[in-house]
């Protein structure tokens, strides 16, 4: 067994994670043979893996065609760990002293695969497009949250492919501009887009780091392009940088 091999008896296990990663916005519910061929498993192993998840509530199955989603279970351990985490609990009065005094909508997303997550969010006094809710997940390339991210974290490169999604005609869609970008906003210090996830909507992010320098997540600004000129976003920028200083864990025992 080489030293990436898991662990015997785990392999299951990450064949159920992997299976629960699956079921997306966009595809809320999936049949066996969907399953099956996204996995590339076969369809007997397939049927176990999810008979296993059902029986746990992890997954629940429509009665009108046999198609599976995700179950209640799964929304209860979402809560609890929406409950428990710390970050989160730290960052929700910064993130409500923010959309206070900007009237903007202000999130703390952490990254997932090549997505970033809105792990909570306060609703600024004026409206937002692309506002999402919590839990939802904005692609990493076309995010100032993403951006940020890629350009502080050493692992963030990775998050990337060689092409991506183009969500609007301002969107970037090659490695190398993105790439481009990074210099700037490592010596600002934060990242914006503009029009890039949805037109008429922009928003500016600064990097969390922990105790050892590591990168935790981002928190953002976000709001109608309109209200978000570029002097505007300088200045929300150098906000959520003092913002995201404050949540580093030196700052925590003060």
């Given at each position: 067994m080489s030293d990436k091999a898991p662990p015997q008896g785990a392999q299951a296990a990450l064949r159920a994670l992997r299976l629960l990663k699956l079921f997306t916005?966009?595809?809320?519910?999936?049949?066996?043979?969907?399953?099956?061929?996204?996995?590339?498993?076969?369809?007997?192993t397939t049927h176990r893996l999810l008979q296993?998840?059902?029986?746990?509530?992890m997954l629940d199955r429509n009665p009108n065609g046999g198609a599976y989603r995700l179950g209640p279970a799964l929304m209860a351990?979402?809560?609890?760990a929406l409950s428990s985490n710390d970050l989160r609990l730290r960052a929700r009065p910064l993130l409500n002293q923010m959309a206070r005094?900007?009237?903007?909508?202000?999130?703390?997303?952490?990254?997932i695969d090549d997505t970033m997550l809105i792990l909570d969010e306060v609703t600024g006094s004026h409206f937002v497009g692309a506002s999402?809710?919590?839990?939802?997940?904005?692609?990493?390339?076309?995010?100032s949250t993403g951006k940020v991210l890629i350009a502080f974290d050493e692992q963030g490169?990775?998050?990337?492919?060689?092409?991506?999604?183009?969500?609007?005609?301002?969107?970037?869609?090659?490695r190398s501009r993105l790439e481009n970008q990074?210099?700037?906003?490592?010596?600002?210090g934060f990242a914006?887009?503009?029009?890039?996830?949805?037109?008429?909507f922009s928003g500016v992010a600064a990097v969390i780091r922990g105790g050892l320098g590591q990168v935790l997540g981002a928190l953002s600004i976000c709001g109608p392009t309109q209200r978000l000129s570029a002097d505007r976003r300088a200045r929300l920028g150098v906000t959520l940088c003092n913002a995201a200083e404050r949540l580093q864990p030196s700052q925590w025992e003060h």
């Open positions: 916005p966009e595809k809320p519910e999936l049949k066996l043979a969907e399953v099956s061929a996204m996995t590339g498993l076969n369809k007997t296993a998840l059902h029986s746990e509530s351990l979402g809560v609890q005094e900007t009237g903007e909508t202000a999130t703390l997303e952490v990254p999402g809710n919590v839990g939802t997940r904005w692609p990493i390339h076309a995010t490169a990775a998050r990337l492919a060689d092409n991506f999604e183009a969500l609007t005609a301002k969107t970037i869609t090659e990074l210099g700037e906003i490592r010596r600002r914006e887009t503009v029009d890039e996830l949805e037109d008429g």
